[in-house]
């Protein structure tokens, strides 16, 4: 395994020190761990869609932080606290991926840290 190259990208909010990375580098694969919309302001008021554009804004400079772009992202995870609203996270993802798609998967959770987070988005890529 080759060495793992740590990345960050302004206007993304620190990792927790000593807990993870927010993504992080090995043999030109980028991994992205899940973001969401925390530390946004209004957050309260924010719909799951715009918390999921917002997660994917971050999942996007990250990555591209890193040296690769969005349409190199191969998987995406997506977790939501309730499924009835996955077309909100699905009109946000349309947006920004196009041509051929990430692999994906969605599962709800029963929630996150903060009580006002309602979806979380981690990806793979390739430099």
Do not use: W
Request: hydrophobic share 45%; charged share 20%; proline share 5%.
């Amino acid at each position: 395994m080759g060495e793992l190259r740590e990345v960050t990208a302004p206007g993304i909010p620190a990792a927790v020190p000593g807990l993870f990375s927010n993504a992080v580098v090995c043999d030109g694969v980028v991994y992205v761990s899940g973001q969401h919309a925390g530390g946004s302001e209004g957050l309260a008021e924010m719909t799951m869609y715009d918390q999921a554009r917002e997660a994917l804004r971050r999942v996007q400079a990250l990555v591209e932080a890193a040296g690769s772009d969005i349409t190199r992202v191969t998987k995406i995870t997506v977790l939501v606290i309730d499924m009835s609203q996955r077309a909100e996270v699905t009109r946000a993802r349309k947006e920004v991926f196009t041509g051929p798609l990430p692999a994906a998967t969605m599962a709800e959770v029963s929630g996150f840290v903060d009580p006002a987070l309602m979806v979380e988005i981690e990806a793979i890529a390739h430099l």
